[in-house]
């Protein structure tokens, strides 16, 4: 099923039993059930406005489009998409709507924050067919934004998205990034050191031996803070592929599961030193890669009480591990509550989530 408005688009929720949600199949975590409803017909950009730093597009737009057409400004989403068909192997095509139902977010969120807190409004169909506006067009009328993040990173749980709004980012006149080889330990208490400072950094991750930090804005900021940073941390400046770090491109053809581990910080170091796996850490160790080659770690229990862990990537024997963490009895309430009010048939994704 591949509706080409929202009106066919609600038709056939009414009619539904059970619907498996599809924008360009990148980036599908877990096995849900249902026949596919395909999202991609609903696209085209609806509204872009370069001086308002606004743009609007319909659900099913192409990622690589919208990106084209605000590079043509020297403008972006500030979020840093990743791009993890390499990991997961998939070959499908990006859209908007699928980036905002994972609340898909790189390595900048350390300074802009995530993908639903560039959002600015939403439209979408609920299981029972109706259609649902929320959050307004533009920066000054954000009427309504805590329904419209709710619905960034809800993986299609609670709703069709059709049309999305955001506020948009000038494209910085300079980046540079500094590194240094460090230890674990000490490369994470650098990275922590750098985002607690007044330099206001865009990327901070460690990877291989080696700790980087990543400084955009005016010229002339941009050098006075490396500056600094370079006498307070005894760092240097170095290229770096911030692209395949945020894409988790080291992992691509390694063999093993995958898993992405959201914690607290400061607890990085121990997590991954009784792992034992290969890790890559982004957002100074609040969020990690971890590679379990045989796929025998525990890494829920090691996770437990200081964070989650989703598994991206399983192997052959997994099939009984869920992809999404167990959640504490007092947010499977509110889950079941939510459901309940947008899908109270259950007709979205159903196992998806476990």
Sequence with gaps: ?????????????????????????????????????????????????????????????????????LAG???????????????????????????????????????????????????????????????????????????????????????????????????????????????????LADLRAALGSPYDISGAAWTDGRAMIRLEGMAGSVAYRAERLCALLGYEQAAVDWTALRDVRDFTEKPGAVWRLSIKPTEAVRVVQALGCEVICDWAGGLLWLRDPDGTADVRAAVSGVGHATLMRALPGMEGVPAFPPEAPAVATLTAGLRAKFDPRGIFNPGMMG
């Design 73 to 187: 400004e020297r403008q972006r989403l500030a979020f840093e998409v990743p791009d993890l068909r390499g990991l997961l192997g998939r070959n499908g095509v990006s859209t908007i709507g699928g980036v905002v139902a994972a609340n898909a977010s790189g390595s900048r969120r350390v300074q802009v924050g995530a993908c639903r807190d560039a959002l600015l409004g939403a439209r979408f169909v609920d299981g029972m067919g109706a259609v649902i506006k929320n959050g307004g067009r533009v920066m000054k009328n954000v009427t309504g934004y805590d329904l419209v993040k709710l619905m960034a990173g809800s993986h299609g749980a609670l709703g069709v998205l059709t049309e999305v709004s955001f506020k948009v980012q000038a494209v910085p006149e300079a980046e540079i990034t500094l590194v240094a080889e460090r230890a674990l330990p000490q490369g």
């Design 1 to 69: 099923m591949r509706p080409a408005t929202e009106a066919e688009l609600s038709d056939i929720i009414q009619g539904a039993q059970a619907l498996r949600i599809q924008g360009g199949g990148t980036r599908r975590v877990g096995c849900a059930l249902g026949e596919v409803l395909d999202t991609s017909a609903l696209h085209g950009i609806e509204l872009y406005e370069p001086g308002a730093l606004t743009l609007v597009a319909r659900a099913g737009t192409p990622l690589a489009e919208i990106d084209a057409l």
